[in-house]
């Protein structure tokens, strides 16, 4: 039996497992698209949403003699290569390439959203973005790992577009470790995506200037929360917290920030917490004028900034989420060995601190890569430091990512075979 198949809205029935519509999520009264009809109501819904045909899983369905029913000429049987990214359909041992995949594509998504944002009178589509969030939402449901996998990985060029995607990244995973409801973890991702959007209307020359800036260049670059607010609210329809956020990014509790006018006790807990994944993602990523921090040493900067810059409870709440040692750090262990972090497992206990990370050596205690993939576990505590002498920027090794996605996928494909 097909694992997807395609049907019109006219053969739909109760008891259908609904596996993908053509329409985006925001497009239709549904949250997901996949759930199973229960009533004449939802057929209704989806029609009155504009939907024609849609994609059933047969295996799934609870209507009788089902395939009899769905075999006549309306059906199309779709092979898995030509369905969508499907988190039911993808296999284990691609779920890094495929948000890698996304990675790229949300990418290019944002370029175009930038440049239409360039346009003051332009409404901008925002379904391709949406869409492809739901991919991203849907690709790492099993895996959210690959999202902090993916965040960690470096490309010079692009920057913003890149820091912009790595932020949204960054705020599915803090969400998903908070059990967000799928609505929150969306706008927590569209907020991440879109808190620097202002920036389109800073002189280029101004915004790649590798050097330190003039007064009068701050003074431009200060601006760019207040514009991003304005294109947001303007030129989409997203809710107003989206703006909100893009206008609060840059508020410090220490006044040091800006706009001049915000007060930090009255900002959202969302512009707190997306002011601490901009901070994280900024520090960690490579310029052109420097390379970026090591990812722990990243996080000690956070806890300093917590001192009375940005909010203690959101910083310690990132920290509890992605560990000491978070999915991605190059560490140099006492030993003398190179490994990268592919795996953690978290005490559990809210208020626990310190947890097991899996290192996949690199390179051997004398530096030369090593041969096969070796894995080393090591427990961290405050009373029991880990045996961590150094770590990384991931240029500085020279790592070979390609290896590293193998790695995790390996590591992916045993847990499922568990
Ligand atoms: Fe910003």
Redesign the pocket.
Known sequence: MPKSVRITIDLLKVGHYVSSLDLSWLDTPFLTHRFHIRSMEDIHKLRNAGVLSLFIDPERSTVDKLHEETSSQNQILVSPENTSIDCQEVLPDRIIRSVGEIHRHMVVLFKKFFREARNNDVMIDMSPIKFAMDRVIEVSLNYPEALLLISSLQEEDDEIYFHSVNTMFLAFYLAWKLDKSFDETVIWGLSGLL??IG?VRIDPYVLHKPGALQPHEWEIIRN??QWGADIIRRQTSLPPIVSRVAME??CRMDDTGYPDHLLFESTEALSKIISVL?IYDALTSDRSYRKGHPLPKALKILVEMSQGKIDPYWVATFIHAVGVYPIGSILEIDEGEVGVVVERTSPGEPDSIGDTFRLAILRDKNKFPTRKAEFRSFSWNPSRKAPVSSSYNHAEWGVDWEIVSDVFQSLTRRKTSC
Request: charged share 40%.
């Open positions: 808190h620097d920036k760019h929360p990014h840059h901009d």
